[in-house]
């Protein structure tokens, strides 16, 4: 029986065998990461920016396009890496950094996703206390509340999932060190330990899922009451989105981590994982950004000031 910290490395699934698939496999995640890169990017810089943004509603936007892009730049880049480089091999100090940095990025996300609905809520539902509930402190306590429990949250996974003697061998059947696969390697009377903690975890994702669910049920029937039929149907294009990607990041989070290894295939485990964590960090820029005519607004200025500065500097070089 062999324990993990007789381990130097871990082998994560190939994609593919041959040099050509393994470099579509590259091209594919580097166009995915390079994308979200880019409309995260711009959604940072453009709420930085712009004072008309400083509000309570752009600065969550900014920590979720920060967990967005953390979240991918954890996973991603390093199996782009090796399939360029044609290999398997992830360190053992690299894959524990992986699922610390993962479910601290994801487990933020999840309470950020909470609040950002939370605060919708009170703009719609409670428009003239907003100013007192929402306050710039308060939202900056928030966002630090946030953050911290991530930190406990990936914390406990990764110390407990560490912690569990792995007779299995050490190839993970997943591009980046995910926690259901790696327990798949664990010994069978060490599993319900962290499977324990797993379920404890879901409960309180779900717990907050059913607080998304509830805030937006009270929004749309307030949203309803709007004379307006133009009104009612711009403020269901920008809430239905949103609600379609939160729960495609928690239904499919939910099979990984939950799923009865009988029901675990390396293609389905595959899919899921990639979407719900890469499509995620990919669509959410797309659905605060195209509906929202002050962000694009903002989001037009950095790109033309970005242009601008670009000109003028290849004048300067010319010259």
Partial sequence: MSNSSTFNEF???AFADTWELQLLHF???LGIYLAALLGNGLIITAVACDHRLHTPMYFFLLNLSLLDLGTLSATVPKSMANSLWKTRAISYSECAAQVFLFG???GGEYFLLTVMAYDCFVAICRPL???TIMGSRACVKVAAAVWACGFVYSVLHTANTFSIPLCQGNTVDQFFCEIPQILKLSCSDSYLREAGLLVFSFCLVFGCFGFIVLFYVRI???VLRIPSEQG???AFSMC????AVVSLFVSTDAIAYLKPPSLSSPALDVVVTVLYSV???NLNPLIYSMRNKELKDALRKVISWTFFSTGNIAIALHK
Avoid at 240 to 243: A, H, Q, R, V
């Fill in 240 to 243: 239905l989105p949103y609600l």
């Fill in 220 to 222: 749309f029937s307030a």
């Fill in 104 to 106: 601290f990025l994801i």
């Fill in 279 to 281: 499509v995620p960090p």
């Fill in 232 to 234: 009612r149907h711009k």
């Fill in 129 to 131: 206390h907003y100013g």
């Fill in 27 to 29: 091209s594919l995640f």
């Fill in 11 to 13: 082998l994560l699934l």
